[in-house]
T-cell receptor, first 114, second 113 residues
Framework: GNSVTQMEGPVTLSEEAFLTINCTYT??????LFWYVQYPGEGLQLLLK?????DKGSNKGFEATYRKETTSFHLEKGSVQVSDSAVYFC?????????????FGQGTTLQVKP | DTEVTQTPKHLVMGMTNKKSLKCEQH?????MYWYKQKAKKPPELMFV???????INESVPSRFSPECPNSSLLNLHLHALQPEDSALYLC????????????FGSGTQLSVL
């Protein structure tokens, strides 16, 4: 079946540290891949996406590359800020009827300390 | 306007009450979604409407009844809920429903007593 596995958190970093959050997936075909972020008390926001192998999504200093050979979509940022503290969800999209359906990983909580 | 607006933000209801959650967007999106999110868990898809027709029902109990009166509005009618239904209910929308950015509202925090 289709699934997403993320590294367990919480991940605690000091400001300006390098961030990696691992994400691997299992899917038939070549799904689109997404990273969403959820700040406390809010809904989810799309951070970045990639729709085919070797695509790199990027936004606000975050990057992730669609790796078909390792079925991975790891999130990276070179220098985190306190304001990046949030829960990060990796997701893949599978077709269902005439729409797509997002399947989310369990989420990884990031805490950045000053 | 790139917002999805949900009301109310908080709702407390008894197990015999009937209430409704409302969601509105004015981005011209034709796909709208209801998700349920328990604390420290990922969102779980409940329903998807595509062009105002129900496209996906993830085997949700009948005590949850969705309604899409027009392309801008999405309701979730609640009746005879259980305490385990307490959760954050998130509405989302997207342009057509494929390969696209989902825009999420801030959710309704529901408590069932």
């Amino acid at each position: 079946g289709n699934s997403v596995t993320q590294m367990e958190g919480p991940v605690t970093l000091s400001e300006e540290a390098f961030l990696t959050i691992n994400c691997t997936y299992t899917a038939t075909g070549y799904p689109s891949l997404f990273w969403y972020v959820q700040y406390p008390g809010e809904g989810l926001q799309l951070l970045l996406k990639a729709t085919k192998a070797d695509d790199k999504g990027s936004n606000k200093g975050f990057e992730a590359t669609y790796r078909k050979e390792t079925t991975s979509f790891h999130l990276e940022k070179g220098s985190v800020q306190v304001s990046d503290s949030a829960v990060y969800f990796c997701a893949l999209e599978v077709p269902s009827g005439n729409t797509g359906k997002l399947i989310f990983g369990q989420g990884t909580t990031l805490q950045v300390k000053p | 306007d790139t917002e999805v607006t949900q009301t109310p933000k908080h709702l407390v209801m008894g197990m015999t009450n009937k209430k409704s959650l409302k969601c509105e967007q004015h981005m011209g999106h034709r796909a709208m979604y209801w998700y349920k999110q328990k604390a420290k868990k990922p969102p779980e898809l409940m329903f998807v409407y595509s062009y105002e027709k129900l496209s996906i029902n993830e085997s949700v109990p009948s005590r949850f009844s969705p309604e899409c009166p027009n392309s801008s509005l999405l309701n979730l009618h609640l009746h005879a809920l259980q305490p385990e239904d307490s959760a954050l209910y998130l509405c989302a929308s997207s342009l057509t429903g494929f390969d696209e950015k989902l825009f999420f509202g801030s959710g309704t925090q529901l408590s069932v007593l």
